[in-house]
């Protein structure tokens, strides 16, 4: 129970819709969201497509969990191939369309090849219609998303692409209740690559739990006793502003295109700074910790900035002034752009102008030019248009590759791995490239007890980590509940009807991960692929609590052998036949 | 001697604002989260005049001590 056991398939060119089941045994394997999605892309998906194609195939996943009453529980996977990177790429949305399109009938919607005219899709509960996008195309996001509720109602829910998505950036991402993102990898340029422009949902049924007066009598239990404790309610008095100050003193705060990993402005942009801007708070579907703050300033206003913004769109931009970010922020979500992409990019093209490499016209601090950045990515004006490569391949046209800051071509997230190395081989290990929502072992090094400058001991802490985050995002739960994996069970025991143990979770997590390094390796990746940039090898960090410090090549090598030999991999970062065999994938 | 503690997110709901404690020479952080009615478990990272610290760290007359929650996930 819990399952809809429909997945609604979505065909664009012949404007066909079918429901058909779920695959039941793979659901038992993979439970939903991240990792059936992720399964379902890898049996339907022909090697070597080009992600832009009509051959590429949007996935939109929800799991066990969507739509009951488990706190935590509304955000919905999206799965496809990356343009950024041509890895599996999959994104986490929150706001409150996963529960949405369970309580329409549907585990998972398939959308298949492209539409002949620029379209939105609705989805309303049994009835599925292609329509004509019309006037939305060329809106920016909050508009069309304005429209369409206007049209169908508060009770619908969209998902929509800005300019950056319909010009097929591969930074543009997917918005939804206006300011929440499927942000990473190019999302949103799949999306317009299909000519789809919004996905409008209206569900109307529910979902059945298999012991409903039980899980709800747990639910509240986890609530009081697990969820709004000290460990998680950082998120709701703060959100991830917090994070701030934490990677400030840890000297791990992007500064100056990772140059440096403390930023003097720091306190312009804190958790306190930006709580003083705050005029509300928001939360997801079914959760109770509210990490969304409202923040407003003279001339702007934005549901954020989160912390990556403010370190990628902030200190590494060498910009001080909230008001700034804040523009910057909105500017992004509403022209449908990922702002650690954009921020990294901004960052290295200042670094690219201050090297005298190539002129692009901006400089650290440089507010003015700053501001115009987003547009000109959106809709690859200008300079834009080089801009919008990203750092992986503006770097192979000028130069600079060693301090563009990107894995497989995904730009870096707010955390100097020089600080913290287990951060080095999260990066680089990452199944969709320089990512941090796979493992973030940043909270025990930098931010813990665990000796951030040895390589022992870090490869088994990834590990550790991205199992746990990878069977979280396939049940789906939100990354800010800290819970055990023991609770986790317990849920999906009462949700499901199947009995399930810490132990099956864990293995789940290491099928998951295994599933999507298989992806990526039918694609063509290998070991020569899970390295870093050479600033963070070669390069010491310039000032502040980590001065000094590198992360010498050869204690990356050890950290990657040891992960190898722990997952069972070969020496060429490959999965072996057995271990395909032993997980069953 | 003097040091000057605040507390950070939902840890300000034990230690609001900024408090001035009094403790004795060669005190150090350990001595210091004794003094205070913060839950040992809901302290994650110290920070001493802006820069982490750990528990055993000795104090000064004129320290500044911040201290954070845990937290899950950026």
Redesign the interface.
């Known amino acids: 129970m819990s399952y809809q056991n429909c997945v609604l398939r979505i065909n664009l060119a012949g404007k066909t819709s079918a429901k058909e089941p779920l695959q039941q045994q793979w659901a038992a394997n993979y439970l939903g969201g991240k990792g059936l999605g992720i399964k379902y892309l890898y049996e339907e998906l022909k090697p070597g497509t080009d992600p832009l194609s009509p051959g590429n195939k949007l996935m939109l996943l929800t799991g066990p969990f969507t739509g009951t009453i488990v706190p935590c529980s509304g955000k919905l996977a999206l799965i496809a191939k990356s343009p950024a990177t041509n890895t599996i790429l999959d994104c986490s949305i929150g706001g409150h369309i996963a529960s949405t399109l369970k309580y329409a009938g549907y585990d998972a919607v398939i959308i298949e090849d492209k539409a002949q005219e620029p379209s939105y899709i609705l989805i309303d509960n049994d009835a599925v219609d292609i329509l004509p996008a019309g006037e939305l195309w060329g809106k920016g996001s909050h508009t069309t998303e304005t429209l369409l509720l206007k049209t169908y109602g508060h009770d619908a829910k969209v998902l929509s692409i800005g300019p950056a998505g319909e010009n097929l950036l591969p930074m543009a991402c997917i918005s939804s209740d206006y300011y929440r993102q499927a942000g990473r990898g190019g999302i949103g340029a799949v999306m317009g690559s299909k000519n789809i422009k919004a996905i409008v949902v209206k569900g109307s049924g529910s979902v059945a739990a298999a012991n409903m007066p039980e899980l709800i009598n747990k639910a509240h239990h986890f609530l009081r006793e697990d969820l709004l404790t000290?460990?998680?309610?950082?998120a709701?008095?703060?959100g991830?502003p917090?994070?701030v100050?934490?990677a400030?003193?840890?000297g791990i705060l992007p500064t100056n295109n990772f140059q440096s990993g403390t930023f003097d402005g720091y306190g312009s942009l804190n958790?306190e700074a930006v709580r003083k801007t705050r005029f509300g708070k928001k939360g997801c579907f079914s959760c109770a910790l509210g990490c969304g703050n409202f923040s407003r300033m003279a001339n702007t206003r934005v549901e954020g900035p989160e912390?990556?913004t403010l370190a990628l769109c902030g200190s590494n931009c060498g910009i001080s002034d909230l008001e700034a970010i804040i523009e910057f922020n909105r500017l992004c979500d509403d022209l449908g752009l990922d702002t650690i992409s954009a921020g990294n990019i901004t960052a290295f093209a200042m670094e690219l102008t201050e090297k005298g490499i190539k002129d692009f016209g901006m400089r650290f601090g440089d507010i003015r030019e700053y501001l115009t950045v987003p547009a000109k990515l959106a809709y690859r004006d200008g300079s834009g248009a080089e801009l919008a490569l990203g750092v992986k391949e503006l770097s192979k046209r000028y130069g600079g590759s060693e301090f563009a800051m990107h894995v497989k071509g995904l730009e870096f997230?707010?955390?100097e791995p020089r600080g913290s190395w287990g951060m080095g081989l999260a990066y680089a290990t990452a199944d969709r490239g320089a990512c941090?929502?796979r493992s973030?072992p940043?909270?025990s090094e930098?931010?813990?007890d665990v000796d951030p400058y040895t390589a022992e001991g870090k490869a088994q802490l990834v590990i550790g980590l991205q199992h746990y985050n990878a069977v979280k995002f396939s049940t789906i739960l939100c990354?800010?509940?800290?819970l055990s994996l023991e609770t986790m069970a317990e849920m999906l025991t009462l949700t499901t009807g199947n009995e399930t143990s810490a132990a099956q979770l864990e293995e789940i997590g290491e099928r998951v991960v295994n599933i999507a390094r298989l992806f990526n390796q039918r694609e063509g990746f290998d070991r020569n692929n899970d390295t870093l940039p050479e600033r963070i090898f070669n390069e010491y960090i310039t000032d502040g609590?980590t001065a000094g410090k590198n992360l010498p090549r050869g204690d990356f090598e050890k950290m990657l052998a040891d992960y190898y030999a722990i997952r069972g991999w070969d020496t060429d970062g490959k999965v072996p036949g057995s271990k395909i065999a032993s997980l069953s994938l | 001697m003097k040091v000057t503690v605040t507390a950070n997110g939902p840890l300000k709901k034990y230690l609001a604002g900024t408090h001035t404690v009094e403790l004795e020479k060669g005190s150090d952080l350990r001595d210091l989260l004794a003094n205070l009615a913060v839950p040992g478990d809901s302290v994650s990272l110290l920070v001493l005049n802006g820069q982490k610290a750990t528990i055993g760290q000795e104090l000064h007359d004129g320290d500044l001590v911040t201290i954070y929650p845990p937290v899950c996930g950026g």
């Open positions: 000290d460990t998680n309610l950082w709701y008095t703060d991830t917090m994070i100050d934490l400030q003193a840890t958790a912390y990556e997230p707010g955390y941090h929502m973030w940043v909270a930098a931010f813990g990354d800010f509940w800290a609590a």
